[in-house]
């Protein structure tokens, strides 16, 4: 137990003198056809009956953000596979 705690302490502390540079981005890039490409994986998924009740529960949240196309896949998990 002793050497384990003795192993954990520290033995030196680092600084830096200047600023760290950002770790996140603040810009955003958009893919444009990220909807179009989440509602084929969707539908690719359905086809392959690959859908269980867990992740057409998932598949909806996502779907929200695809339009009318999207709010038909939505009913149609919900009729099918959520119940």
Known sequence: M???????????????????????????????????????YVKDCLDRNQVDKHKARSFVQGLRVCGKEGEKLIEHLKKKVIK
């Open 2 to 40: 002793q050497d384990a705690s003795e192993a954990f302490l520290a033995k030196e502390i680092f600084w830096f003198e200047e600023p760290l540079p950002p770790t996140t981005s603040h810009s955003y890039n958009h893919d444009p056809h990220a909807e179009r490409k989440y509602l084929e």
